[in-house]
């Protein structure tokens, strides 16, 4: 069943039903407001005109009586209006009847120069009030009002309406807004297909790319490189666990075929000894290759945690040469540089270095040199190890470092000793890598420089 509490078309659905709402609500306010304002400008204007009318009989007749009558004829058909004209000595004048009249005047209306809104009965009145002179010598003080029920009655329509109006767009602006984002999410669906039809053999297949909106181009090419990236791995995987399992035959198939060989027959006491101290060499085999994939099982799961010491980098390649020298009987070793130290840890730091060196002294042939580089690079100690002898192709630089790797197909070793190397490089926060310097190839390595220099 699907969860609509985290569906996107739900929440986008209600959030564009939400907007129409506040959008409508909002243009209901304002349109309610201007509707009224306009009909107070229209009742004001109304009203000035009546003030006026009075204002003209009252200039014109001589006498009360003629006043009344003659402004109550003006008057007439003037539905919704009242009016009230006091003098000093009573009443004057009132419109229509005189109980609306009294309650009007009763209501002591202030002067002022905008109409004021007053409640009488049952009823809402705009009101005006008026000190004028007239014709007979005498002050009148006029007060009139103009019925609203017809324009409340327009706003109270007119807001049932905006009421219906905004109901009727959130509900419509929820059912397109929903129908807009199914039809917007077919490319993510694809997505989606797409992704489920990928498996463990079948990661060359990549999610098309030229009919998927901008908005998702990003995603799906990130996708596509993931799927590259897990490409990869997955091949190197198998690369690597077949390379270990023809690593781990050789050994385990020259320990049988030789037990097999000696309980053949009866043989000698010597015999036996032969054969225990070569099994014995073909378990040390084991052994090493075993301890190196375990340390590189570490390094892959960052548990490779190296201590952090100060070294001084000069006696520990001295060291390093004088021990391994012993290989390179006929390979001239130099080492050069300036005396500076590194934050790590001694025996990681050995052997990583000491994996390079044993590289280069197979690889270099008779008569060759090896020069051992120290010196400052920036924030980093480079220890830089060249050798003359046949240059690693460029193809060959990308993968030299992986496992069981090894580019000369005579040589001896597991592949596993530039491996560990990186490892350990890369567990010193350090990088290591090979280019091609003069007619030499040279390994180099970058560690951070310890706090200050140490000497001898």
């Not at 007979?136 to 219906?164: K, N, P, S």
């Amino acid at each position: 069943m699907k969860d609509w509490r985290h569906s996107i078309t739900l929440r986008l659905s209600l959030a564009f039903a939400l907007l129409a709402t506040l959008v409508f609500a909002a243009l209901g306010i304002y349109f309610s407001r201007a509707a009224d304002a306009h009909m107070a400008e229209l009742d004001a204007h109304d009203l000035f005109g009546k003030l006026a009318l009075i204002g003209h009989v009252g200039a014109q007749e001589k006498s009360a009586e003629a006043f009344a009558a003659r402004l109550g004829d003006a008057l007439t058909g003037q539905n919704g209006l009242i009016v009230t004209v006091n003098g000093g000595s009573g009443p004057v004048f009132k419109w229509p009847t005189p109980q609306l009249a009294e309650a009007l005047a009763a209501a002591q209306v202030a002067l002022g120069s905008a109409p004021r809104r007053l409640a009488l009965g049952d009823a809402e009145y705009r009101v005006m009030a008026a000190d004028m002179e007239s014709a007979w010598g005498q002050a009148v003080h006029v007060v009139i009002a103009r019925d609203m029920r017809h324009h409340t009655d327009f706003l109270d329509q007119l807001q049932v309406d905006f009421r219906f109006a905004i109901l009727a767009a959130a509900l419509l602006t929820a059912i397109v807004g929903a129908l807009v984002v199914r039809h917007g999410l077919h490319p993510v669906r694809d997505m989606a297909r797409a992704a489920g039809r990928i498996s463990a053999g079948q990661l060359a297949k990549r999610i098309p790319e030229q009919k998927v909106p901008p908005e998702l181009a990003e995603l799906v090419t990130a996708f596509n490189a993931m799927l590259g990236r897990l490409e990869e791995s997955f091949q190197r995987l198998s690369d690597f666990s077949a390379d270990l399992a023809h690593e781990l035959r050789t050994p385990i198939h020259s320990l049988r075929m030789q037990t097999e060989v000696s309980l053949s027959k009866a043989r000698h006491a010597d015999e036996y000894r032969d054969l225990l101290a070569s099994n014995l060499e073909e378990y040390e085999r084991l052994a090493r290759i075993i301890a190196d994939m375990l340390l590189l099982a570490k390094a892959d799961h960052g548990l490779l945690v190296p201590q952090a010491e100060p070294l001084a980098l000069m006696p520990l390649c001295e060291r390093l040469i004088e021990y391994y020298g012993l290989l390179a009987e006929n390979v001239n070793i130099q080492l050069v540089g300036d005396e500076i130290a590194v934050q790590g840890d001694r025996l990681m730091l050995e052997r990583a270095i000491g994996n390079v060196l044993v590289n280069a002294i197979h690889h270099t042939p008779a008569a060759g040199a090896i020069v051992v580089k120290i010196e400052a690079v920036g924030d980093m100690a480079e220890i830089a190890i060249a050798n003359t002898g046949k240059a690693i192709a460029a193809d060959a630089r990308l993968r030299v470092f992986d496992r069981f790797v090894r580019l000369d197909s005579g040589s001896e070793g597991t592949g596993l000793g530039l491996a560990i190397a990186r490892s350990i490089v890369l567990a010193h926060r350090g990088e290591i890598a090979v280019r091609l310097s003069g007619q030499a190839t040279e390994f180099y390595m970058r560690l951070p420089l310890a706090a200050g220099l140490l000497t001898n």
